[in-house]
């Protein structure tokens, strides 16, 4: 039995066909920012909830990567809720890309 491999796109979400995978990468990484802040704190899914204005069902979806169940506007929100800062920049693309493109650079907590 022959298996053929195949290098991945660098998006999950593009080689698996989602649709607009880009915007789906990014909610991922921002989900699980959002998680990962959640984890470092000790919280549980309760007291997360009422930071987050969340019922615990909800924290629960979040904290299993739940994506349809948050819009990127929606993690920003909690983010903030968290204490976070959340700046958003709209550049020109760079002359070497052949499009443009939308990412997310996620800080590192001191």
Do not use: C, Y
């Amino acid at each position: 039995m022959s298996e053929k491999i195949v290098k991945g796109s660098g998006n999950i979400f593009k080689d698996i066909g989602v649709s607009d995978p880009e915007r789906t990468l990014i909610r991922s990484q921002v989900m699980s920012r959002v998680t990962e802040i959640i984890k470092k704190r000790g919280l549980t899914q309760i007291k997360a909830g009422r930071i987050l204005n969340l019922t615990q069902s909800k924290v629960s979806n979040l904290m299993n990567g739940k994506l349809s169940v948050f819009s990127l506007e929606h993690l920003f929100k909690l983010l903030t809720a968290l204490q976070w800062d959340v700046e958003i920049i709209i550049k020109p693309k760079s002359k070497t890309e052949t499009k443009a493109t939308t990412s997310v650079l996620l800080a590192i907590q001191p």
